[in-house]
């Protein structure tokens, strides 16, 4: 099922520190996976993705892992700015496209 | 190239009425999706519409239901509001040819009362 619950993991960084954020999914089956950044007031924000036939893919400042063995990902955000604050999903999409969000993370960056 | 449009922006209802949401697809996209989000929670899929017809649901009641019009944007419909209805609601767009990838809105805050 979807992880529930008003209190989110929290990561607080500093300016210029790499970020690296994780994340648990639940069905061995997905094929797809999805990072999406949400600020406070907007609408999710598509990061980056990764097919379960990877195991990392770099975007620019973000690198995705992938460990399908222990169900995990992970979001890497390299020399992390304040303007990455925000709320940090995971999702699964299923092959017509339903996403499953994970838990999210709170991460705050401090100049 | 507008990007996903969603209306109103905030909504103030009462336990008991009925609300209609709005959203408009990204250009090019033919697919949406609507989504509950709760304060401090990950969306929930509610349902999904291609060619004017639902064609995944979520674990939501019949009290909410979709449509989608030939120029492909759509409308969320929620009855007898309940306080446990207040949320964000948010629309994301994508083409059933091409990737997985889906492009969100900004969502309606929506408020029972």
């Known amino acids: 099922g979807e992880s529930v619950g008003l209190h989110l993991p929290t990561l607080s960084v500093q300016e210029g520190d790499n970020s690296i954020i994780n994340c648990a999914y639940s069905?061995?089956?997905?094929?797809?996976f999805i990072w999406y950044k949400q600020e406070s007031g907007k609408g999710p924000q598509f990061i980056i993705d990764?097919?379960?036939?990877?195991d990392k893919r770099q975007g620019q400042r973000v690198t995705v892992l992938l460990n399908k063995t222990v169900k995990h990902l992970s979001l890497q955000i390299a020399a992390t700015q304040p303007g990455d604050s925000a709320v940090y999903f995971c999702?699964?999409?299923?092959?017509?496209?339903?996403?499953?969000f994970g838990q999210g993370t709170i991460l705050t960056v401090h100049p | 190239d507008a990007g996903v449009t969603q209306s109103p922006t905030h909504l103030i209802k009462t336990r008991g009425q009925q609300v209609t949401l709005r959203c408009s697809p990204k250009s090019g996209h033919d697919t949406v999706s609507w989504y509950q989000q709760a304060l401090g929670q990950g969306p929930q899929f509610i349902f999904q519409?291609?060619?004017?017809?639902?064609?995944q649901r979520g674990n939501f009641p019949d009290r909410f239901s979709g449509h989608q019009f030939p120029n492909y944007s759509s409308e969320l419909n929620v009855n007898a509001l309940l306080l446990g209805d207040s949320a964000l609601y948010l629309c994301?767009?994508?083409?059933?040819?091409?990737?997985?990838?889906?492009?969100f809105g900004p969502g309606t805050r929506l408020t029972v009362t």
């Open positions: 994301a767009s994508r083409t059933v040819q091409g990737a997985y990838e889906q492009y």
């Open positions: 999702a699964e999409s299923s092959l017509l496209g339903k996403l499953t």
């Open positions: 990764i097919r379960s036939n990877m």
């Open positions: 069905n061995s089956a997905s094929d797809y």
């Open positions: 519409y291609y060619e004017e017809e639902e064609r």
